[in-house]
């Protein structure tokens, strides 16, 4: 009868000491869900629609990237980084599918194809930028197998 109980509480215990890194990209998409529903979203007419879109989603590609290295505390691999892509091209796919049936907006694929370039500019910039600074502790902590 208690069960869902005991895995609430065994979820809470694995998933939650984490949880909190993976915040601002919640926040953020639904924070993106909420912009796209407005039929005249604010700064439409300021900003270009494709420049909007790159900035938008390379913004979550770094909140993404911020839960998946918990706080930048630990290296992106090549692994995360592609499922990261590979989320939020899902999200944004979702987002102009969405956008279809809001009055006043058309869904685009090449604002999914921008979306797109902007989280993997985003994830790709922070994985080059982690990893030469995961390779330079390495370097200054004794780690180097080179000298072999």
């Known amino acids: 009868m208690w069960w869902w109980a005991r895995l609430w509480l065994l979820g809470s215990c694995i998933v939650s000491p984490n949880l909190h ?17 407005q039929s005249d979203p604010p700064g439409a007419q300021v900003v270009p629609d494709y ?13 993404l990237t911020w839960g998946a290295t918990l706080g930048f505390h630990r290296p ?33 694929l090449g604002d999914v194809a921008v979306d797109i370039v902007g989280v993997a500019a985003c994830v790709g910039m922070v994985w080059v930028i982690r990893r030469g600074k995961w390779r330079e502790s390495m370097i200054h902590t004794g780690c180097n197998d080179s000298r072999t």
């Open 21 to 37: 890194y993976w915040v601002p990209a919640f926040l953020y998409a639904a924070l993106i869900f909420f912009l796209s529903h």
């Open 51 to 63: 420049t909007a879109h790159f900035f938008e989603y390379a913004f979550f590609g770094l909140t």
């Open 76 to 108: 992106l691999t090549s692994k995360s980084a592609v499922i990261l892509g590979v989320i939020a091209a899902l999200y944004a796919i979702g987002d102009e599918f969405h956008q279809s049936f809001v009055p006043d907006r058309v869904a685009s």
